[in-house]
C-alpha cells in the first residue's frame, strides 16, 4: 500500500467515530452517514511533516454489527448502560522507507538503505464501554493477527457530551499501553537492520496519552452536520528518542473537518 493510500485511510479511520457519534446524538434510527472531508496530521516520522488530504467519511450503524471506515465489529452485549463488542481494525501504522526523509534520517544517524519498510496489520479483540450521565468509558484490547508487528495494545478512554441545541460537543481523554513488540516493530530498529549495521533501538513498552475535542453541528436539513475534531497524543521519551523519528517531536497533533450526510 502506498503512503497516500495509507494515510487516507489511517486518517478515515480516526474521523469515522466522529460521524457515528452524529448519528447516536441525533437520530438513532439513522444507520449510515456519508460524506467528504480534510484532514491535516502532524507526522512524527523523519521527513514526513505536515499532510493535508481529503478523505472520505463512510459509516454504519446496525442494532448487531457496526462499520467505521477500517474498522468494525459486532456488539455481543448491550444494555442501557454496558457494550461488549468484537472487534477487527486495521493497524495503518506502517511506512516505506523511501517515503521518508532520507537527509533527516542521515542526521538522526541512520542509513536509509540499511532499513526495512514496516507493514500495515490487521488488530482483533474486545471492547467494552459503560456509559451513564457522567459520560462513558471505554476499555480495549487488541492483538495483532497479521504477523506484522504481533503485539498488544491496551486502551482505557473517557468522554464526555455536551449537547447545544443542534450542536454536540465532545470531549475525551485517554491512554494506550503498547507492548513491547509493537513499539519495537513501529519505533524501534529490527533485528534485519541490526544485522545489517544499525545501532539497536529498543523502545520496551509504552504509554501513549491523549487528548481531544469533537463537534457535530446539523445544518439545514437533520440530515447533513458539520463535524470538526482535534486530537493530540503525547509522545513518552521511549518512542521519541526513536531514530525514525524527528528529534525532539513530543506528540502528534491531528486535525479533521468534514461535512456528511446521515440516511
Not at 516493530?185 to 529498543?202: H, T
Amino acid at each position: 500500500m502506498n503512503m497516500l493510500a495509507r494515510i487516507l485511510l489511517q486518517l478515515a479511520s480516526s474521523v469515522l467515530p466522529i460521524a457515528a457519534f452524529g448519528q447516536e446524538v441525533s437520530a438513532p434510527s439513522v444507520r449510515w452517514s456519508v460524506g467528504v472531508g480534510a484532514a491535516a496530521i502532524d507526522s512524527p516520522y523523519a521527513g514526513e511533516g505536515l499532510r493535508v488530504r481529503p478523505l472520505p467519511l463512510i459509516s454504519y450503524e446496525g442494532e448487531r454489527m457496526f462499520l467505521r471506515g477500517t474498522s468494525g465489529g459486532v456488539h455481543l452485549y448491550q444494555s442501557r448502560q454496558l457494550t461488549f463488542d468484537a472487534i477487527l481494525a486495521a493497524r495503518l501504522y506502517g511506512f516505506d522507507i523511501d517515503d521518508l526523509g532520507r537527509s533527516e534520517l542521515l542526521v538522526n544517524g541512520v542509513d536509509p538503505d540499511l532499513l526495512s519498510d514496516r507493514d500495515d496489520g490487521i488488530d482483533a479483540g474486545f471492547r467494552t464501554t459503560l456509559g451513564s450521565s457522567w459520560g462513558a468509558v471505554s476499555l480495549e484490547a487488541v492483538h495483532d493477527v497479521s504477523d506484522a508487528s504481533e503485539g498488544y495494545e491496551i486502551s482505557l478512554d473517557y468522554r464526555n457530551t455536551w449537547q447545544f441545541g443542534r450542536a454536540a460537543l465532545t470531549a475525551n481523554a485517554g491512554a494506550s499501553w503498547m507492548s513491547s513488540d509493537f513499539a519495537g516493530y513501529y519505533f524501534g530498529v529490527l533485528d534485519e537492520e541490526v544485522a545489517r549495521g544499525v545501532a539497536e533501538y529498543l523502545p520496551g513498552s509504552a504509554v501513549v496519552p491523549r487528548i481531544g475535542l469533537t463537534m457535530a453541528h446539523s445544518v439545514g436539513s437533520s440530515q447533513w452536520q458539520l463535524l470538526g475534531s482535534v486530537e493530540y497524543q503525547f509522545l513518552p521519551s521511549e518512542l521519541r528518542d526513536s531514530p525514525l523519528l524527528e528529534p525532539d517531536q513530543n506528540g502528534v497533533g491531528r486535525l479533521v473537518l468534514g461535512l456528511s450526510r446521515r440516511f
